[in-house]
């Protein structure tokens, strides 16, 4: 079985009846959406059209948001309905990135993720969804795909039909009947300064200009819901807390197995480093939930194709790691050091890069897909992790072998970073949506945070590196630190455009 | 039984079987995927906010009565279950917590703004003191009753009737009027029926896919023709409306040029004989034409009429049609070209539009419907019919006769064939000293928000010696209410009992409006004497107000009002809305009675349970209904053929149509039901123009709009704005308390062609003055390409507004600095746009929206077209940048200048009364209509050639 719905844009009108019975069904809190109407008006008088869409979740085959969700809050049933249960929900919103669709909201009652359910408790009393019965026009179909002779398939089957983001694999059921491309397609009309009758909300408004559009068409949007970033300071800043902690372990592993003791700073300091990063990193995490008092939900209710589960658990391992390379090392428990040694660089670097798996998971967020992103994110780490423990060589002091290895492996992360942006910016991306991310990050709003603030630094930081391992390092530590102080604001700077810039390019 | 919005796709169905709806049994969609059910009761009502009346079906939770939500109701046959987003969100207005819930008493000056709660009793003794005063010493036109949103037909005209006073002011002549007497002078009856579903070619001069009478309902059957028969849309509008956006052949026509195109479609027809010869020879009264206009020729020689016809249409060019347009030749001809394909299947409509904006816009209907008329679409299958044949006024028992009295403040003597009362024009009237109010309800009403010239409104209703006592009957806050003495909280659609009947579709139906909560009591086995037990707070409904009242008024029976108030079943008792509604249904109402009793119901009992019946269907040509000898026996034909029955001075002429006539007798000796002019043909040239002076108007022609291109000065910086048009979303003022329709319409910017805002160097965004003949209003740019060039769009519905912390709605409304300079000279200005605010409920906090919009209309001096009535709305503006002083919303009036420019449109018209000694056409709709007698200005037999 598989529910889905055929939209007739041919005869639908454009009246939002749609939208407010869906609210009323479910009481939705002003100003949130389960299904709303866009309007597009394209073309210049006299030949001006008007064209409609009526956007929701799609319920697709291949939902990404029920892989994403941690605790199976979200659902498909065996009808083809993805569902929610918004009391096993903890708020996390990734499934509002994992969604191509703008479909997901956090309810503003109930703190938990809400979407269009297809009114499955009314699907369950042999009644059409709310936004199906009141609709004047018949334009909004439900029923059963699978099933060659329900009223929707034949619709399906003998007119043409489109659905949404086709591209994005995730086999939506909701199909368009004389859609207007300009209408299903997130990118063709920007806002154009003002909606038809309400306000443009400030991330389209100021996105718009960073929007390719349609020259011939100059299809303009004017009207639609607003979706701001789900993820904002929380997640850039764990991004780096995480790249912290995993770096300096990695290097402490690595100068542990070369046999070069970096003293306090690899005994202490690292590991010291990667339980704060890794516990920053939690504490972020929790704190970003919108139901954070639920956040056990991820191990009691986990659910096991969520990156979200998966890198808790790399968190927690990296954590007890980290505490025993303590114990270890205050101690001397010399095998102990041994094993530590051999599982930090792969423990690192999973604590680093797992996140690229997660935002692989992110569907909706198409700059974040890359393929590069994993091992970016492990080069990231060991720059900033070994640049951190170079500031802590300054305090604690080094051999000068120990700052030799600090500084080549700063000096290579450092440059390996900026030839991964290079080839991330430079490339062609893999679809128009990364492509639309990518120019706001390198020419678009962001341009000067991301060349000013991530590139110029992280290349001084790169060429001081470089200098203080070219030259004789115990005399240019003092380069070295600077550097590793360096490149810390300018991964945040970075990571705070990507995270933006990801998401805020349109869905819907 | 299936009923007529019934669906059931596999195994889903729309609505719960109606077996079921006292028991019904649901899931919480809140608690989901849990199952916790609830049981409600399912119970129909009519939705309240626009005209249309869809039918709703309340979900009252057994449990604790609490409305859940409203659903469509399946059972109506016109609106078939379906709503747009005005009917679920009704639940919010049910639910404001800014809502009215007690009797308000104002304390201090009218209009302070201060309040304090009374009870019903003080209220209503006070206000029947008054209203008994006004009736023993004879001052009964000092009692007027002016509604805005009737919802309802009958029970109005009873009262007023009952009380003998000719009291009834209608919102008409800011809305329809225009289009009325385009379709009486055609037909008698004063509105159009379409039948799109089954039509070739639907041509609209209005928005019908997003407003309009009837949006859901049309909009419905609209499409269906679209898309099941194939019909080809066309649709007349300066602005891209949604519904324009679906035309097959959108023409964006300089405001006012519409009758000129209609009628170069005209000529086209006739020139290259595309018309219907059987139907025009049979019902048009073209031997009077030839009478009037070509004396020369023999008056019956139909081949004769139609070459002068077609000769006297010549004029009107596709060219010509084009030049006054200012759209290409081209687009006029397409129009016509498709046209001619539609058989005599074309559904056309304009209801507001062209008609209510232009001087002269009466022409636009009238012309739209000669299209009608020569394509042979009148009544037929996909054509259009009058609405009379698809509407059904249900009467109580025991219904008063016409009175004798003539309001000049309502039916002034200057405008003889006003459609509807002359409402816009109250105050000057009043200011002129041609009478005063001693009492004024003002009912689902916000004429100082709604007409134009607020202002002018404003000091008429706290000058306390022009009204001595303004009521104001609403559920929800407003302008005007805010300068009442009383305000009385009445109920929504789930609060009352009203019926009603509306032209949809080719058929005929009765809704009736129930007090859900109540109905779900009563079910449940627990009486319910009065409405307000079972309402929110202490919220009534009107007809008990009125029963009440009218006692109130005449308590002991001396004054015969009281008893039409009295009990079918129980004489000399007070009525129940239950005896009043049984009487109706058991009386009123052909095939009601079998219907329910079919189903073992009585007929309120089925009207309770389905909320509507459907009293006719696949009504067409009703014209051509044989009489029944009973019609036929006692009367004479006049020189016309015209049956008439013998009539008095103190006959009442029906509602439309003149008393005693029955129907016409034909050439062929056929004897048919015909039409409600005074020929019982579709007049193609009016005697009843003749008659009041207007005989260049006698058949359809085009006038001038007082904004025509010519009148527009573009090189002076000059524009037309078109304030009218609505969105889909809202209705007037009264949606401002729907939260969920605010949030998806919340700004009021000014549409201007992309073309006008380079040429005035101004962007999206950027204010400007627009500047009218008595003051201006600062709006914001929306620099767009679906509007055309030379023409401004500002929608109705925002720019609204509150002086006090006390009274208002705070989902929609500013709150503003109101002043006076003591010369007239009025200013408001905007000291708080819309904002989140604490209440009961929590989205009030979650208000995202700030704009309240620009209150236009106060800024817009009377238009009366000296023919209609109907104000002319569009305004002749010139637009200049925002000077440094001005803010958003900003609004200046000079009401001396508003005095000037009624007088100046008074100077235009021709005051009656007739030739023939009458005050108005008595075939004319006029609610409350009076008896003959009072038709006569200075008595029967002054004028000239009155039979009697």
């Given at each position: 079985?598989?529910y889905?719905?055929a939209?007739?844009?041919?005869?639908?009108i454009?009246?939002?009846?749609?939208?407010?019975?869906?609210?009323?069904e479910?009481?939705?809190?002003v100003?949130?959406?389960?299904t709303?109407?866009?309007y597009?008006?394209?073309?210049?008088?006299?030949?001006t059209?008007?064209?409609?869409?009526?956007?929701?979740?799609?319920?697709c085959t291949?939902?990404?948001?029920?892989?994403?969700c941690?605790t199976?809050?979200?659902?498909?049933?065996?009808d083809?309905?993805?569902?929610?249960d918004?009391?096993?929900?903890?708020?996390c919103?990734?499934?509002?990135?994992?969604c191509?669709y703008d479909?997901?909201?956090?309810?503003?009652?109930?703190?938990t993720?809400a979407?269009?359910?297809m009114?499955?408790?009314?699907v369950?009393?042999?009644?059409?969804p709310?936004?199906?019965v009141?609709?004047?026009?018949?334009?909004i179909?439900?029923g059963?795909?699978?099933?060659p002779t329900s009223?929707i398939a034949?619709l399906?089957?003998?007119?043409?039909?489109?659905v949404?983001?086709?591209e994005?694999?995730t086999?939506?059921n909701v199909?368009y009947l004389?859609a207007?491309?300009a209408v299903?397609?997130p990118?063709?009309?920007?806002?154009?300064d003002?909606?038809?009758w309400?306000?443009p909300d400030a991330?389209?408004l100021?996105t718009?200009g960073d929007?390719?559009?349609d020259?011939?068409?100059?299809a303009?949007?004017?009207l639609n819901?607003a979706h701001?970033?789900p993820?904002g300071?929380?997640?850039?800043t764990?991004?780096?807390t995480?790249?912290?902690?995993?770096?300096?372990?990695m290097?402490?592993?690595?100068a542990y197995l070369?046999?070069?003791?970096l003293g306090v700073?690899?005994?202490y300091v690292?590991?010291?480093?990667g339980?704060f990063?890794?516990?920053t990193?939690?504490?972020l995490l929790?704190?970003?939930l919108k139901?954070?008092?639920r956040?056990?939900y991820i191990?009691?209710?986990?659910?096991?194709?969520?990156?979200l589960?998966l890198?808790?658990?790399?968190?927690?391992v990296?954590t007890?790691?980290?505490l025993?390379w303590?114990?270890?090392a205050?101690f001397d428990?010399?095998?102990?050091?041994?094993?530590?040694a051999?599982?930090?660089?792969?423990a690192?670097a999973?604590m680093a890069g797992y996140?690229?798996f997660?935002?692989g998971?992110?569907?909706?967020r198409?700059?974040?897909?890359s393929p590069?992103?994993f091992w970016h994110?492990v080069v990231?780490a060991?720059m900033?992790?070994?640049?951190?423990?170079a500031v802590?060589g300054l305090l604690a002091?080094?051999s000068d072998e120990a700052w030799?290895?600090?500084a080549?492996t700063?000096a290579?992360?450092?440059v390996?970073?900026?030839?991964?942006?290079?080839?991330e910016?430079?490339?062609?991306?893999?679809?128009?949506q990364?492509?639309?991310?990518?120019h706001?990050?390198?020419?678009?709003?962001?341009?000067?945070?991301?060349?000013?603030?991530?590139?110029v630094?992280?290349?001084?930081a790169?060429?001081l590196g470089?200098?203080a391992w070219a030259s004789?390092?115990s005399?240019t530590?003092?380069l070295?630190?600077?550097?590793?102080l360096?490149v810390?604001?300018?991964l945040?700077a970075y990571e705070?455009?990507?995270v933006?810039?990801?998401?805020d390019v349109p869905?819907? | 039984m299936?009923l007529p919005g019934e669906?059931?796709?596999?195994?889903?169905r729309?609505f719960?079987?109606?077996?079921?709806?006292d028991?019904?049994?649901e899931?919480?969609a809140?608690?989901h995927?849990r199952?916790?059910?609830?049981e409600y009761?399912?119970v129909p009502?009519t939705?309240f906010?626009?005209?249309s009346?869809?039918g709703l079906?309340a979900?009252v939770d057994k449990?604790?009565?609490?409305i859940?939500?409203?659903e469509g109701n399946?059972a109506?046959?016109?609106s078939?279950?379906r709503?747009c987003?005005k009917?679920?969100?009704t639940?919010?207005q049910?639910?404001?917590p800014e809502?009215i819930?007690?009797?308000?008493?104002?304390?201090?000056d009218?209009?302070?703004g201060h309040?304090?709660?009374v009870s019903?009793?003080?209220?209503?003794d006070?206000?029947?003191a008054?209203?008994?005063?006004?009736i023993?010493?004879?001052?009964r036109?000092?009692?007027?009753?002016?509604v805005g949103?009737?919802?309802?037909?009958?029970f109005a005209e009873?009262?007023?009737?009952?009380?003998?006073?000719d009291g009834?002011?209608s919102?008409?002549?800011?809305c329809?009027a225009g289009?009325r007497?385009g379709?009486?002078?055609?037909?008698?009856?004063d509105?159009p029926s379409?039948d799109?579903?089954?039509a070739?070619?639907i041509?609209l001069?209005s928005?019908?896919?997003?407003?309009?009478?009837?949006?859901?309902?049309?909009?419905?059957?609209?499409?269906?023709?679209?898309?099941?028969g194939g019909?080809?849309?066309?649709v007349?509008d300066?602005?891209?409306s949604?519904t324009a956006?679906?035309a097959d052949l959108?023409i964006a026509?300089?405001?006012?040029?519409e009758a000129?195109?209609?009628?170069?479609?005209?000529?086209?027809?006739?020139?290259?004989?595309q018309?219907?010869?059987?139907f025009?020879?049979?019902?048009?009264?073209?031997?009077?034409y030839?009478e009037?206009r070509?004396?020369?020729?023999?008056a019956?020689d139909f081949?004769?009429?139609?070459?002068a016809?077609t000769?006297d249409?010549?004029q009107?060019t596709?060219?010509?049609?084009a030049?006054?347009?200012?759209v290409?030749e081209?687009?006029i001809?397409?129009l016509a070209?498709?046209?001619a394909?539609a058989?005599?299947?074309?559904?056309?409509?304009v209801w507001?539009?062209?008609t209510?904006?232009?001087?002269?816009?009466w022409?636009?209907?009238?012309?739209l419907?000669f299209?009608?008329?020569?394509?042979g679409?009148?009544g037929?299958?996909g054509g259009t019919?009058?609405n009379?044949?698809d509407?059904?006024?249900a009467h109580?028992?025991?219904?008063?006769?016409g009175h004798?009295l003539w309001?000049?403040?309502?039916?002034?003597?200057?405008f003889?064939m006003?459609?509807n009362e002359?409402s816009?024009?109250?105050?000057?009237l009043l200011?002129?000293?041609?009478?005063k109010?001693a009492?004024y309800?003002?009912r689902?009403y916000n004429?100082v928000?709604t007409?134009p010239?607020g202002?002018s409104w404003?000091?008429?209703l706290t000058?306390e010696s022009?009204?001595?006592?303004h009521?104001a009957?609403t559920?929800?806050?407003s302008?005007?209410?805010?300068?009442?003495d009383y305000?009385?909280?009445?109920?929504h659609?789930?609060e009352?009992?009203?019926?009603?009947?509306?032209?949809?579709y080719a058929?005929?139906?009765l809704?009736?409006r129930?007090?859900?909560?109540?109905?779900?009591l009563e079910?449940?086995?627990?009486?319910?004497?009065?409405?307000r037990e079972?309402n929110p707070?202490?919220?009534w409904?009107?007809?008990?107000?009125?029963?009440?009242?009218?006692?109130?008024?005449d308590?002991?029976?001396?004054?015969?009002?009281r008893k039409y108030?009295?009990?079918?079943?129980?004489?000399?008792?007070?009525?129940?809305v239950?005896?009043y509604?049984r009487?109706?249904?058991?009386?009123?109402v052909?095939?009601?009675p079998?219907a329910a009793?079919?189903?073992g119901?009585?007929?309120?009992e089925?009207m309770?349970?389905?909320?509507?019946?459907?009293?006719?269907?696949?009504?067409y040509?009703?014209?051509?209904?044989?009489?029944?000898p009973?019609?036929?026996e006692?009367t004479?034909p006049?020189?016309?053929?015209?049956?008439?029955k013998?009539v008095?001075?103190?006959?009442?002429?029906?509602?439309?149509g003149e008393?005693g006539?029955?129907g016409?007798v034909?050439?062929?000796g056929?004897k048919?039901?015909g039409?409600?002019?005074?020929?019982?043909k579709?007049e193609?040239?009016?005697?009843t123009?003749?008659?009041?002076?207007?005989e260049?108007y006698a058949a359809?022609g085009y006038?001038e709009?007082h904004?025509?291109?010519?009148?527009i000065d573009q090189?002076?910086?000059?524009?037309?704005l078109?304030?009218?048009?609505?969105l889909?979303?809202l209705?007037?003022?009264?949606?401002?308390?729907?939260k969920?329709?605010n949030e998806i319409?919340?700004?009021?910017?000014?549409?201007?062609?992309?073309l006008?805002?380079?040429r005035?160097g101004?962007?999206?965004?950027d204010?400007v003055r627009?500047?009218?003949e008595?003051g201006y209003f600062v709006?914001?740019v929306?620099?767009t390409e679906?509007i055309r060039?030379?023409?401004?769009?500002l929608?109705?519905?925002?720019?609204?507004?509150?002086t006090?912390?006390?009274?208002?709605s705070?989902?929609?409304?500013?709150?503003v600095?109101?002043?006076?300079?003591g010369?007239g000279v009025?200013?408001l200005?905007y000291?708080?746009?819309?904002?989140?605010f604490?209440s009961?409920?929590?989205?009030s906090?979650?208000?995202?929206w700030?704009?309240?919009?620009?209150h236009?209309?106060?800024?817009?001096?009377v238009h009366?077209?000296p023919?209609?009535?109907?104000?002319?709305?569009?305004q002749?503006?010139?637009?200049e940048k925002?000077?440094?002083e001005d803010?958003?919303?900003d609004v200046v009036?000079d009401t001396?200048?508003s005095?000037?420019?009624?007088?100046?449109?008074?100077d235009?018209?021709r005051?009656g009364p007739s030739r023939s000694?009458?005050r108005?056409?008595e075939?004319?709709?006029?609610?409350?209509?009076?008896?003959r007698?009072?038709?006569?200005?200075?008595g029967?037999?002054?004028?000239v050639?009155?039979?009697e």
């Amino acid at each position: 079985m598989r529910y889905g719905f055929a939209i007739d844009q041919r005869t639908c009108i454009g009246c939002h009846a749609c939208t407010v019975a869906c609210k009323t069904e479910h009481e939705v809190p002003v100003g949130q959406f389960r299904t709303w109407v866009k309007y597009v008006d394209s073309g210049e008088f006299p030949d001006t059209t008007r064209s409609f869409g009526v956007m929701r979740c799609n319920h697709c085959t291949d939902a990404p948001c029920v892989k994403i969700c941690p605790t199976q809050a979200l659902f498909k049933r065996d009808d083809g309905i993805v569902d929610f249960d918004n009391e096993r929900c903890i708020g996390c919103k990734s499934c509002m990135q994992a969604c191509p669709y703008d479909a997901i909201y956090i309810d503003e009652d109930t703190h938990t993720a809400a979407k269009c359910n297809m009114c499955a408790h009314r699907v369950d009393n042999d009644l059409e969804p709310a936004c199906v019965v009141v609709c004047p026009t018949h334009s909004i179909w439900v029923g059963d795909l699978d099933d060659p002779t329900s009223g929707i398939a034949t619709l399906v089957s003998t007119q043409e039909t489109a659905v949404r983001s086709p591209e994005q694999n995730t086999g939506p059921n909701v199909f368009y009947l004389g859609a207007d491309r300009a209408v299903l397609d997130p990118l063709a009309a920007p806002v154009d300064d003002t909606y038809i009758w309400a306000k443009p909300d400030a991330q389209r408004l100021e996105t718009a200009g960073d929007l390719p559009g349609d020259p011939t068409t100059k299809a303009r949007t004017t009207l639609n819901t607003a979706h701001p970033r789900p993820w904002g300071w929380k997640v850039v800043t764990y991004l780096w807390t995480k790249g912290i902690g995993a770096g300096a372990m990695m290097l402490a592993g690595l100068a542990y197995l070369l046999g070069i003791d970096l003293g306090v700073v690899g005994d202490y300091v690292a590991p010291t480093l990667g339980i704060f990063g890794a516990a920053t990193t939690g504490g972020l995490l929790v704190w970003d939930l919108k139901r954070p008092e639920r956040f056990l939900y991820i191990f009691l209710k986990s659910n096991w194709t969520s990156w979200l589960v998966l890198g808790a658990y790399v968190l927690t391992v990296f954590t007890g790691g980290s505490l025993l390379w303590l114990v270890a090392a205050a101690f001397d428990v010399g095998w102990l050091s041994t094993v530590l040694a051999w599982l930090a660089i792969p423990a690192g670097a999973l604590m680093a890069g797992y996140t690229a798996f997660l935002f692989g998971q992110a569907e909706g967020r198409d700059l974040w897909q890359s393929p590069l992103l994993f091992w970016h994110l492990v080069v990231q780490a060991v720059m900033v992790g070994s640049g951190a423990l170079a500031v802590a060589g300054l305090l604690a002091g080094l051999s000068d072998e120990a700052w030799t290895l600090v500084a080549a492996t700063f000096a290579i992360a450092t440059v390996l970073h900026l030839l991964m942006l290079a080839v991330e910016y430079t490339g062609k991306h893999a679809g128009r949506q990364a492509t639309v991310a990518a120019h706001i990050i390198t020419s678009g709003r962001y341009s000067r945070l991301f060349w000013l603030g991530a590139i110029v630094p992280a290349s001084v930081a790169a060429v001081l590196g470089a200098v203080a391992w070219a030259s004789d390092v115990s005399a240019t530590v003092v380069l070295l630190g600077l550097a590793g102080l360096l490149v810390q604001p300018a991964l945040i700077a970075y990571e705070s455009v990507f995270v933006r810039a990801g998401q805020d390019v349109p869905l819907s | 039984m299936n009923l007529p919005g019934e669906r059931t796709h596999e195994r889903l169905r729309n609505f719960p079987p109606v077996e079921s709806w006292d028991h019904h049994v649901e899931y919480d969609a809140k608690a989901h995927p849990r199952k916790v059910p609830h049981e409600y009761m399912l119970v129909p009502t009519t939705c309240f906010n626009c005209e249309s009346a869809c039918g709703l079906l309340a979900y009252v939770d057994k449990a604790d009565l609490t409305i859940k939500r409203l659903e469509g109701n399946p059972a109506h046959p016109g609106s078939r279950g379906r709503n747009c987003a005005k009917g679920p969100a009704t639940i919010n207005q049910v639910n404001d917590p800014e809502r009215i819930l007690h009797p308000l008493r104002r304390v201090g000056d009218r209009g302070s703004g201060h309040w304090e709660q009374v009870s019903w009793d003080d209220a209503l003794d006070d206000i029947a003191a008054r209203i008994r005063a006004a009736i023993v010493e004879d001052r009964r036109d000092e009692v007027i009753y002016h509604v805005g949103r009737p919802g309802e037909d009958g029970f109005a005209e009873r009262f007023l009737l009952a009380w003998g006073v000719d009291g009834h002011n209608s919102h008409t002549n800011i809305c329809s009027a225009g289009a009325r007497l385009g379709y009486s002078l055609w037909g008698g009856y004063d509105r159009p029926s379409p039948d799109y579903a089954n039509a070739k070619v639907i041509l609209l001069i209005s928005s019908h896919l997003e407003a309009g009478h009837y949006f859901n309902p049309h909009a419905q059957r609209i499409m269906e023709g679209k898309v099941s028969g194939g019909a080809k849309v066309i649709v007349l509008d300066p602005r891209l409306s949604n519904t324009a956006s679906h035309a097959d052949l959108w023409i964006a026509p300089w405001p006012g040029s519409e009758a000129a195109i209609l009628l170069s479609v005209a000529s086209y027809l006739l020139r290259t004989d595309q018309v219907d010869r059987a139907f025009l020879r049979r019902w048009v009264n073209w031997s009077t034409y030839l009478e009037h206009r070509h004396p020369d020729l023999p008056a019956d020689d139909f081949d004769a009429f139609l070459a002068a016809l077609t000769e006297d249409y010549s004029q009107y060019t596709f060219s010509f049609a084009a030049q006054e347009a200012q759209v290409p030749e081209e687009q006029i001809a397409e129009l016509a070209r498709i046209v001619a394909t539609a058989g005599s299947a074309l559904s056309a409509h304009v209801w507001r539009a062209a008609t209510a904006g232009n001087l002269g816009g009466w022409q636009v209907s009238r012309a739209l419907f000669f299209l009608n008329v020569l394509t042979g679409s009148v009544g037929t299958k996909g054509g259009t019919s009058p609405n009379g044949w698809d509407k059904i006024i249900a009467h109580g028992p025991n219904v008063p006769e016409g009175h004798d009295l003539w309001n000049e403040l309502l039916w002034p003597q200057e405008f003889p064939m006003s459609t509807n009362e002359m409402s816009i024009l109250l105050p000057h009237l009043l200011q002129d000293g041609r009478g005063k109010l001693a009492m004024y309800f003002s009912r689902v009403y916000n004429p100082v928000w709604t007409n134009p010239d607020g202002f002018s409104w404003l000091e008429a209703l706290t000058n306390e010696s022009l009204v001595e006592c303004h009521v104001a009957l609403t559920p929800t806050w407003s302008e005007t209410a805010t300068f009442a003495d009383y305000v009385l909280p009445m109920g929504h659609s789930t609060e009352r009992h009203d019926t009603q009947s509306y032209e949809q579709y080719a058929g005929k139906w009765l809704g009736f409006r129930q007090p859900v909560t109540r109905v779900a009591l009563e079910k449940m086995g627990r009486a319910v004497s009065d409405s307000r037990e079972s309402n929110p707070g202490e919220v009534w409904e009107e007809n008990e107000f009125w029963f009440e009242l009218s006692w109130r008024i005449d308590p002991d029976g001396s004054l015969g009002i009281r008893k039409y108030f009295e009990s079918p079943y129980r004489p000399g008792e007070k009525i129940t809305v239950d005896e009043y509604y049984r009487w109706v249904f058991e009386n009123s109402v052909p095939g009601l009675p079998k219907a329910a009793a079919d189903q073992g119901l009585t007929p309120l009992e089925y009207m309770r349970k389905y909320g509507v019946f459907e009293v006719a269907k696949d009504s067409y040509r009703l014209d051509e209904r044989p009489l029944t000898p009973a019609e036929v026996e006692g009367t004479t034909p006049d020189s016309r053929g015209v049956l008439r029955k013998p009539v008095t001075l103190d006959s009442t002429p029906p509602l439309v149509g003149e008393a005693g006539s029955v129907g016409v007798v034909h050439a062929d000796g056929t004897k048919t039901a015909g039409w409600l002019t005074p020929s019982r043909k579709l007049e193609l040239f009016s005697d009843t123009m003749v008659d009041f002076g207007w005989e260049e108007y006698a058949a359809p022609g085009y006038i001038e709009s007082h904004v025509s291109h010519r009148a527009i000065d573009q090189g002076n910086d000059e524009m037309v704005l078109m304030p009218t048009f609505r969105l889909p979303t809202l209705i007037h003022t009264r949606s401002g308390n729907a939260k969920y329709l605010n949030e998806i319409s919340n700004t009021h910017p000014l549409w201007m062609n992309s073309l006008d805002a380079r040429r005035f160097g101004l962007a999206t965004g950027d204010l400007v003055r627009v500047n009218t003949e008595i003051g201006y209003f600062v709006a914001r740019v929306w620099s767009t390409e679906s509007i055309r060039p030379g023409v401004l769009g500002l929608s109705h519905h925002m720019g609204r507004w509150r002086t006090s912390e006390n009274a208002g709605s705070r989902w929609a409304m500013g709150l503003v600095d109101l002043s006076n300079d003591g010369d007239g000279v009025w200013r408001l200005r905007y000291k708080e746009g819309v904002k989140p605010f604490k209440s009961d409920d929590p989205d009030s906090e979650r208000i995202h929206w700030d704009d309240p919009g620009v209150h236009q209309n106060l800024t817009f001096a009377v238009h009366p077209d000296p023919l209609s009535g109907m104000h002319c709305w569009h305004q002749k503006v010139r637009i200049e940048k925002a000077r440094s002083e001005d803010q958003y919303g900003d609004v200046v009036v000079d009401t001396k200048r508003s005095r000037e420019v009624y007088r100046a449109w008074m100077d235009n018209t021709r005051p009656g009364p007739s030739r023939s000694g009458l005050r108005r056409p008595e075939f004319m709709m006029r609610p409350v209509k009076p008896k003959r007698r009072a038709f006569f200005a200075d008595g029967p037999g002054a004028g000239v050639g009155v039979e009697e």
